[in-house]
């Protein structure tokens, strides 16, 4: 079924409601181009996603998906996974959900390495709320609820993996769209949780970080000879802040995957209609 | 009133108070008796401590009472804090040798013995065994054949080497002898035994045992008291049919890993405390609106925020009934044994499974960490049924599909039931939403569809009361115009309290109910008795509310909310004082 498979197939009949020109069009398209590219079809791929723009992606997509609350994509992917890993499980979120309202589960899911892909559409602002400033916003970009700009330097969600055991760390354009597929699928087809922030653009609400700015900005790590198995050159692009860059910045080919290293790779949601077979034996530990 | 015997271990944290006491409950449970057991964490006055309490006898035991026989009191503190329970002749064994045990004065009526614990475990082969001398000292006192304890011994240390079991026997016979030797005493204590098998294990575990019976695959879970033996209990074990136990960052997550799990189809079960409860609500509504069976287990402490974390109450029934924004479909079931969390823990998975609803199983302190003996038939595995609901494979899939060929996971359907389908399901593939869905689950703000799926998830429970027995528990005699009403733990002590108010006549009716929402139709019992009194351990009266509103009628209550459970013989006086007051009332 799979070589039959072609990207629309993960399109749902649904109309995107999002701005026109929106980034996250593009990350959606790469997003589905992978899927198909790495032999998936809807019927075995899970996606999950908050609340935001971002949030709204489920509907956008035809598979089976769960659309929760805000910042909590990543538990809910964790548990799919870990309770069917012959899924394709894909959590999709934005700035806010996930390096804000979700921060903590976001630390959390790059330890924990659980064999999924995290794609973070990253606008440096809070598009569905109208413009505020979000935890990637440059200290001085002014937004209704920060005049002068937040004054606090923006999160470097890319260190933040880095720092908490990543061992797929990746970032891309969503206009550059085949890179971005081909970074998104690299993502999946890697053993472990596969991170990648997505530049996405909103084109409403932030006129600092827009298609322009990337355009001319973005440096690919692919015509740099950059090697990605090398934690310090990893570290060194990751930590320039004079630069914005597109590519896969880390990969840990030794990263055990969560199910791997605690033995869970059986589908478990199969039961029998009673208890298991030897299931007095647990009450009898109790004598 | 069972002929019952009362005991206790009592020292500071890390006297190793715990396991001691649960080596002579199982080496009581082991010689047929009954035992229920619980325990003393902090203090009355300020400092460490603690101890483990049994009450014992060949009949059932299923309460504590205000009453010690004997005492083995490790600090002069575990003697004050339990003067009130000890009595004429009751027995505490010390070792006298212990520098804050020198001088310590043993009331006239009371038994003591001085037995020199430490230096007699150190002529078996280690101080260590201390509390060991002590166990044989108090089978001395209680004339209990030691080869029980040999028994208990063996299962602790079984695994660390015979060496460690014979010289822990040796020390328990040390402090036989030296009692029987040095005290010339008459001790009226005979705890005999008998040819019955039992288990002893508490709440917590009841609950895992039963998640496990159930098919619960996946757990995942926060560590808060009183809720984290449930975790403890799955680990190691749920592996064995093919499971898994995730320790969670937080509340947050615990819940959402466990709401994936369910949606990718696996049983799945998260277990917290009231505090936790809070942090999960944000995450409730999402299970109900998206109709994922989950089971939630809030194993009740003292509260508001930390309150007192090592404390009884029954203080979460508003949280769990009304918690959460907007209006959330969901059951409520609070088992009020032992053996009843297992069984409730069975029905709860098969509930949310057969209505795609949130269950909260909730417990409490007291039923969390009390140990009790059952006959292990209580626990026949052959008797749990697994019922999936309308979960629908490959075949089944057709009938659900629109005309665009799209599963509809939130069909509005005659009894307010839709199907599920799990992912991997070829041609199921659908996605759902906290946002308000169509039947295709997608998002609609459409007046008329927002209505009809209202509507339809209402329906379902009330299906569910249609379909399924929402019944309560009785005892005492029917007829009485006394009637009392409990609901989770309280319903032990009420049960042995009947037997205290028999002593003055006292008739009485009690109710214990087990399901909060939906929950058995009560009106009709509560006008036909004279007094009505609700027994629960809070102060506002939660489910005495409940009950007015139910029957238009005011009751009478007894609240306890100091942190401690009821006790029979004590809510035994609380039940005549209230009714000798609605009696004067009525004069």
Known sequence: ????????????????????????????????????????????????????????????????ALHGVHGRALPVGAGVKLANPELEVMVAGGDGDGYSIGAGHFIHAVRRNVNMTYVVMDNRIYGLTKGQASPTSRDDFETSTSPQGPKQPPVNPLALALASGASFIAQSFSSDALRHAEIVQEAIEHD???????????????????????????????????????????????????????????????????????????????????????????????? | MPADFNWAIGGEAGDGIDSTGKIFAQALSR?????????????????????????????????????L?????????????????????????????????????????????????????????????????????????T?????????????????????????????????????????????????????????????????????????????????????????????????????????????????????????????????????????MTETFGLIATSETPLVIVDVMRSGPSTGMPTKQEQGDLNQMLYGGHGEIPRFVITPTSIDECFW???????????????????????????????????????????????????????????????????ALTEDGISPRAKPGTAGGAHMSTGLEHDELGRRTEDTGMRVEQVDKRNRKVETAIERESFDYREFGNPDSDNLVISWGSNEGALVEALDFLAEDDLDVHVISVPYIFPRPDLSEEINAAENVIVVECNNTGQFANILEHDSLRRVQRINKYNGVRFKADELAEDIKETLAETAEVHQ
């Open chain 2, 69 to 141: 026989d004997v005492l083995i009191a490790l600090t002069p503190r575990t003697i004050e804090e339990n003067l009130d329970e000890l009595h004429d002749g009751s027995v505490i064994i010390y070792d006298g040798d212990r520098t804050t045990m020198q001088g310590v004065e043993i009331p006239d009526e009371m038994v003591g013995l001085d037995v020199p614990l430490k230096s007699l475990a150190e002529d078996a082969g280690g101080a260590i065994m201390r509390n060991v001398v002590a166990l044989g000292a108090a089978c001395e006192v």
């Open chain 2, 31 to 67: 010689a047929g008796r009954h035992v229920f057991t619980s325990k003393d964490f902090a203090s009355r006055i300020r400092g460490g401590y603690t101890a483990y309490k049994i009450r014992t006898s060949v009949d059932q035991v299923q309460s504590v009472v205000d009453r």
């Open chain 1, 1 to 64: 079924m799979s070589s039959q498979v072609r990207f629309t197939d993960f399109k749902s009949d649904k109309q995107p409601t999002w701005c026109p020109g929106c980034g996250d069009f593009g990350t959606m398209n790469g997003m589905m181009k992978a899927l198909a590219n790495t032999g998936n079809d809807p019927d075995n791929t899970f996606v999950v996603a908050g609340i935001g723009c971002s949030g709204k992606i489920g509907t956008y997509m035809h598979s089976y």
């Open chain 1, 192 to 287: 472990g949780f596969g991170f990648v922030n997505v530049f996405s653009p909103c084109v409403t609400f932030n006129d600092v970080d827009t298609y322009d700015y990337f355009r001319d900005s973005l440096v690919d790590l692919k015509e740099e000879g950059h090697d990605e198995t090398d934690y310090e050159a990893a570290k060194k692009v990751i930590l320039d802040s004079e630069k914005e860059y597109q590519g896969v910045m880390y990969r840990d080919e030794n990263a055990v995957p969560y199910g791997e290293a605690h033995g869970v790779t059986e589908n478990m949601t199969e039961i029998g209609d009673g208890a298991p077979e030897d299931a007095m034996d647990l009450v009898r530990e109790f004598y």
């Open chain 2, 143 to 279: 004339n209990f054949p030691i080869e029980n304890l040999d028994s208990a011994l063996q299962k602790r240390f079984g695994n660390k080497g015979q060496k460690l079991v014979d010289n822990n026997k040796d020390a328990a016979r040390l402090g036989r002898d030296y009692v029987g030797d040095e005290y010339d005493h008459e001790f009226n204590f005979n705890l005999e035994t008998t040819e019955n098998d039992y288990v002893l294990l508490n709440g917590d575990e009841a609950i895992g045992m039963g998640a496990l019976a159930a098919g619960c695959r996946f757990y995942s879970g926060y560590p808060i008291t009183p809720a984290t033996n449930v975790m403890e209990y799955l680990v190691g074990r749920i592996e064995r049919y093919g499971g898994h136990v995730v320790q969670a960052e937080d509340e947050l997550s615990a819940i959402n890993m466990a709401l994936g799990a369910a949606r990718a189809g696996a049983r799945s079960m998260t277990a917290t405390s009231g505090p936790g409860i809070d942090l």
């Open chain 2, 344 to 410: 409730k823990t069975v029905e709860a998975f098969n509930l949310a499974e057969k209505y795609n609803i949130p269950v909260y199983l909730a417990a409490d302190l007291a039923l969390a960490v009390t140990e009790q003996t059952y006959p292990p038939e209580a626990f026949d595995m052959d008797q749990v049924e697994i019922d999936r609901g309308k979960l629908v494979d490959e075949d089944e899939i057709d009938e659900w599909l629109d005309e665009s060929e799209h599963f509809r996971t939130h």
